[in-house]
C-alpha cells in the first residue's frame, strides 16, 4: 500500500517535517508575495523552528520566518509514514 499525500496548513506541520507546496491559499496580494519569497507550488520546504507565533521556514538555502496568518496560507503536502 503506498502513503497518501495529506494536504494540510503549513502551521500544523511539525519541526523537521519535510513537506511539499501545494497551493497558496488568501488574497492574490498574499500569495504574489508569498511567491516572490520562493513559496511556489511544487517547492520542498521544511519548518525549521516554531515560537507559537511563527515559524522559521526552510526553503532551499534560505530561511525565512512566517507570521501563524501567512503559513497558513501555505497548503503543503506531507507523506503519510
Known amino acids: 500500500m503506498q502513503p ?3 494536504h494540510i496548513p ?8 519535510r513537506a511539499r507546496l501545494v497551493s ?5 496580494r498574499i500569495a504574489h508575495r508569498l511567491a516572490e519569497l520562493g513559496f511556489v507550488p511544487g517547492v520542498e520546504l521544511s519548518v525549521v523552528a516554531d515560537n507559537g507565533e511563527a515559524l522559521v521556514v ?3 538555502d534560505a530561511r525565512l520566518a512566517l507570521g ?3 503559513a497558513q496560507a501555505l497548503i503543503v503536502a506531507v507523506e503519510d509514514v
Open 4 to 6: 497518501r499525500d495529506r
Open 24 to 28: 497558496i491559499g488568501g488574497s492574490p
Open 10 to 17: 503549513l502551521v500544523f506541520v511539525g519541526q523537521g517535517v
Open 68 to 70: 501563524y496568518a501567512l
Open 58 to 60: 526552510a526553503v532551499g
